[in-house]
């Protein structure tokens, strides 16, 4: 990250506790728990710190996001002011912005409104005027913020982002279309893979290898 980023992610410890196996983007079986906060959120301060110095040691011009989690309007505040507690004041200026988290959330569109509301909230010292959007890529999931942008709630100057397993994992988690119907890849290497990959290749588009080894 810090020799090829300009903004990066800092790792976060979720406040939640789940049940059973959990599956990619399954919020079904995850728990908040908020006697889990602080700690939480303290531990995620610490590696945020420890990112911060490397990249100073690095002398890199790549900026860290603080990943915010909560399940309400308080206990995202109170995540925030632990977080922050961990780093001294002179690192403050090294966040890039925040990243609001619907992990121990939801990812409804009225949960989205919530932290898309809440991100207000947050010490725009430490905010940025940039708000990033964790594992949403669907258009609808971008309603919200170009709402509370084109109304004023946001500044005209505010940055929002968002990032999603749905681009760098199409391969082995969506479908590919061609010749009018769909092919499940699927995770494990198959010819299905094979003729996906000629496909768009034969097209005159590069396709990286989405993992699957």
Known sequence: QAKHSDIAMCFD?????????????????????????????????????EQIQLFLEE???????????????????????????????????????????????????????????WFDDIDPDVSKGYFHL???????????????MKTGFYPEDMRVSYDSTTHTGGMNLGKYFKDGSDILIGKVLSRKYEIAYKNTNDRGNVLVNAGID
């Open 134 to 148: 964790l594992g949403a890529g669907a258009i609808k999931r971008l309603l919200t913020p170009m709402i509370f």
């Open 59 to 117: 002398k890199s011009s790549a900026k860290p996001l603080l990943i915010a989690q909560g399940n309400d309007r308080d206990s995202f505040r109170r995540w925030t002011d632990f977080v922050i507690a961990e780093l001294p004041p002179q690192y403050i200026p090294y966040i890039g912005g925040v990243a609001i988290s619907g992990a121990s959330h939801g990812t409804g569109i009225y949960e989205d409104i919530q932290r898309a509301a």
């Open 13 to 49: 410890d979720i406040p939640v506790e789940i049940d059973g196996k959990m599956k990619i983007k399954d919020t079904a079986e995850r728990f908040f728990v908020s006697g889990l906060v602080e700690e939480k959120a303290r531990a995620t301060g610490k590696n945020l710190k």
